[in-house]
């Protein structure tokens, strides 16, 4: 096999997993049986952006009020520091 097809083989493989990782972030993001709970997350472990930064996991401390994770409906009243985000 030479060199030529075989990169081509691993672009297509990567170009694969690429669509496939965004078809399941799509899925992940939606949001029917989840809520933000904010004020619960660890540093570096948020789900989304705040007005501090525009993306997941850019958390600087442990449980910042204005940084948030989806949770199971229902469960963000349940933990000691969570505020539903709407």
């Known amino acids: 096999m030479s060199n030529t097809v075989r990169v081509l083989q691993v672009t297509a493989v990567l170009a694969a997993l690429v669509g496939g990782a ?6 992940a ?4 049986g989840f809520e933000k709970c ?4 660890k540093a570096r472990m948020n789900d989304c952006a705040t007005k501090a930064h525009s993306c997941a996991g850019q958390a600087k401390a442990d449980r ?3 940084e948030w994770i989806y949770v199971p409906t229902g469960t963000c009243a349940k933990i000691a520091g969570g505020t539903v985000v709407k």
């Open 64 to 66: 910042d009020p204005s």
């Open 38 to 41: 904010a004020g619960v997350a």
């Open 29 to 32: 993001t939606a949001k029917e």
């Open 22 to 27: 965004a078809a399941v972030a799509t899925t």
